[in-house]
């Protein structure tokens, strides 16, 4: 069965620096997403991506955020600057389609800021 | 924006049991309610979703019931086994044209004892 992939699975950055998380959503899907989870916290929605265009992002989403599809299977989001804050577990997802139905989650990117 | 909160944090049962879980939901626009399981170590899986033109929904040991005038759902697992053990997370969504954004509850541990 197809699977998101994600990495690194783990990466420990120093504060100030930039980091650049990668995805490889399924090959059929349309759809992209960004999610991450503060250690404790509610799993909390980053952004969605479609055919090259952001569709909606939270606040959290500032203008430290970037994503991008840089060719036909990556799916990256890069924190320019990272804070201590950004420490978090961060889950890549894809859909199909765009509508109420099934988001496939990746394993996930420990990103840990020291 | 849509909040959701899940009830209870943890829950422990005997093997064999059923367990309960229940979400509320704040924006009535919301209609795709879906329930991931996340087991150890791994990514979240979709277990069930229902959809806002259904009260309820089975698939073998789980069921989802909804109830849209009190904006609550709910997750029942009959005869609990030992590989129920996991975090279960519920979430909801409003339809649009485009990237739903999933808004998930604060999970639950589920711990199934033998």
């Known amino acids: 069965e197809p699977e998101v992939t994600q990495t690194p699975s783990h990466q420990v950055t120093q504060m100030g620096q930039e980091v650049i998380l990668r995805c490889v959503p399924i090959?059929?899907?349309?759809?992209f997403y960004w999610y991450r989870q503060i250690l404790g916290q509610k799993v909390e929605f980053l952004v969605s991506?479609?055919?090259?265009?952001?569709?909606?992002k939270s606040e959290i989403f500032d203008d430290q955020f970037s994503v991008e599809r840089p060719d036909g299977s990556n799916f990256t989001l890069k924190i320019r600057s990272t804070k201590l804050e950004d420490s978090a577990m961060y889950f890549c997802?894809?859909?199909?389609?765009?509508?109420?139905?099934?988001?496939?989650f990746g394993p996930g990117t420990r990103l840990t800021v020291t | 924006g849509e909040n959701v909160e899940q009830h209870p944090s943890t829950l422990s049962v005997q093997e064999g049991d059923s367990a309960v879980i229940k979400c509320t939901y704040s924006?009535?626009?919301?209609?795709?309610f879906p329930w991931y399981k996340q087991e150890l170590g791994k990514r979240p899986q979709l277990i069930i979703d229902?959809?806002?033109?259904?009260g309820e929904k089975k698939d073998q040991r789980i069921a989802v019931t909804l109830n849209k005038t009190a904006k609550h759902f709910s997750l029942h697992i009959t005869e609990t086994q030992p590989e129920d053990s996991a975090v279960y997370f519920c979430?909801?969504?409003?339809?649009?044209?485009?990237?739903?954004?999933?808004?998930f509850g604060g999970g639950t541990r589920v711990l199934v004892k033998p």
């Open positions: 991506f479609y055919n090259n265009e952001i569709s909606e």
């Open positions: 229902i959809r806002s033109n259904v």
């Open positions: 090959s059929n899907h349309l759809y």
């Open positions: 979430a909801a969504t409003p339809i649009k044209a485009a990237g739903n954004k999933l808004t």
């Open positions: 997802a894809s859909s199909v389609g765009g509508g109420p139905g099934e988001q496939y």
């Open positions: 924006d009535s626009a919301s209609n795709y």
